[in-house]
């Protein structure tokens, strides 16, 4: 079965430092995967996806993440953190037909210090 | 495109009522789909439209849940004698076809109280 391990909860970071947020998924074929960001009480926005070809994908807001597929993992990455990347960051996997369903992992809630 | 629509945003309800949610995707998306969130949780999927045609319902859309799209534009989500345990939001999100980038909207909330 499909499924999408999230290791950290919460993390907080100083504004200006670097982060990494930890994915980890179980899929029994190639996955397509995808980071989405949530403000509270807000829908889900795309940051990025991983479809094929170059294992380091780029995305919006200055974040990146890479597949590593001896790892199961695909870790999203940001140098330098601004405070309006405040927010609930969700890890996603879904099957080559993409575009029947996705599923999640439980999210990061990522805080910010000033 | 003016974005994935959904109303209402929040919704209270008393346990055995029913309750219906709207979705307006993004016009010409052929894909319409529902999730589920409740807190400190991912979505979880619902169930999934290719125009009009349910395609695929998720064990968790018991007997008490029905999702339309009746003419391939917006769907409804109904949820009937509603539960405590309904209480969540409920995501409605878009696509065009096969391989192309998911939208969501924002998110109808339930409280069944």
């Known amino acids: 079965a499909q499924s999408v391990t999230q290791p950290d909860i919460h993390i907080t970071v100083s504004e200006g430092a670097s982060l990494e947020l930890r994915c980890n998924y179980s899929?029994?074929?190639?996955?397509?995967l995808f980071w989405y960001v949530q403000s509270p009480g807000q829908g889900l926005q795309l940051l990025l996806k991983y479809f094929s070809g170059d294992t380091l994908v780029q995305g919006i807001k200055g974040f990146e993440a890479e597949f590593k597929r001896s790892q199961s993992s695909f870790n999203l990455r940001k140098p330098s953190v601004h405070w309006s990347d405040a927010a609930e960051y969700f890890c996603a996997v879904g099957p080559m037909e993409y575009g029947n369903k996705l599923v999640f992992g439980a999210g990061t809630i990522l805080r910010v210090k000033s | 495109d003016t974005g994935v629509s959904q109303d209402p945003r929040h919704k209270i309800t008393k346990r055995g009522q029913n309750v219906t949610f709207r979705c307006d995707p993004i016009s010409e998306h052929n894909r319409l789909y529902w999730y589920r969130q409740t807190l400190g949780q991912g979505p979880e999927f619902l169930t999934y439209f290719q125009n009009e045609a349910q395609l695929e319902k998720s064990r968790l859309l018991s007997d008490r849940f029905s999702a339309e799209r009746p003419k391939g534009s917006f769907s409804t989500l109904e949820i009937q004698r509603t539960e405590q345990g309904d209480s969540a939001m409920y995501l409605c999100?878009?696509?065009?076809?096969?391989?192309?980038?998911?939208?969501f909207g924002e998110g109808s909330w339930l409280t069944v109280v």
């Open positions: 899929y029994g074929a190639t996955p397509y």
């Open positions: 999100a878009s696509s065009r076809d096969i391989g192309n980038t998911i939208y």
